[in-house]
C-alpha cells in the first residue's frame, strides 16, 4: 500500500479519466456502427459482373470483416475498461457518502452529475439548485456555489482517499 499524498488535482484527473474513456467507447462503437454499414454494401470482385484489373485479385469484403472483427475486439475491451473505471470512480466518490463529510449529498451528486453521468456546469448547477426559488434570479450566484462545493469534494477526498484506490492511475509530481 503506498502512502503518497494524493491532490486535489489528481482526483479531478482520475474522475475526468471516465468521461474520456466513455467518450472514447461512444466514439467506437459509431465507427463499428458505420464500418457495419458499410460492409453490408460492399461490393466483391469475385461477385460483380465487372470485367477485372490483371494482378492480384482485392478481397474488399474480406478485409472489411477483418476490420470489423478487430473494432468489435477493441470495442469490448474499452467497455471491460469503461466499466471498471466507472465502479472505481463511484467507489472513490462514495467514500464521501461513507466518511459522513459535511454536505456530502449534494457533493456526491454533483461529483456523479459531472464525472459518470458527464454533464456540463449549467446542467449540474440546475439539477442541483433549479428547485430553489431564487435559482433564475440569481443563477450565477448558484454556479459559483457548484464551484465551491465541487472544490471541496475534491479536496475531501483528495484527504480520504488513498493512492492505492488510483492505482491504474499513475501519480505524477505534474499533477501535484
Not at 25 to 32: G, H, K, N, S, Y
Not at 65 to 73: I, K, N, Q, S
Not at 85 to 95: A, F, L
Not at 117 to 138: H, K, Q
Amino acid at each position: 500500500m503506498q502512502d503518497t499524498a494524493i491532490s486535489p488535482e489528481q482526483i479531478k484527473a482520475f474522475l475526468q479519466k471516465y468521461a474520456e474513456d466513455a467518450k472514447n467507447l461512444a466514439v467506437m462503437r459509431e465507427r463499428l456502427s458505420a464500418l457495419e454499414v458499410k460492409s453490408g454494401s460492399a461490393r466483391t470482385s469475385s461477385l460483380s459482373a465487372t470485367p477485372k484489373s490483371p494482378g492480384n485479385p482485392v478481397d474488399i469484403l474480406g478485409r472489411q470483416v477483418a476490420a470489423l472483427d478487430t473494432l468489435r475486439d477493441a470495442v469490448a475491451a474499452a467497455e471491460a475498461q469503461v466499466f471498471r473505471r466507472r465502479q472505481r470512480t463511484e467507489t472513490i466518490i462514495d467514500i464521501l457518502r461513507t466518511q459522513r463529510v459535511a454536505k456530502w449529498p449534494e457533493k456526491c451528486n454533483l461529483l456523479s452529475l459531472k464525472y459518470i453521468d458527464c454533464m456540463g456546469w449549467s446542467d449540474v448547477t440546475e439539477i442541483l439548485f433549479g428547485d430553489n426559488p431564487r435559482y433564475w434570479d440569481a443563477t450565477d450566484t448558484f454556479t459559483r456555489k457548484t464551484f465551491a462545493l465541487h472544490r471541496q469534494a475534491l479536496q475531501e477526498l483528495s484527504e480520504l482517499a488513498t493512492a492505492d484506490m488510483l492505482d491504474d492511475y499513475e501519480i505524477t509530481e505534474s499533477g501535484r
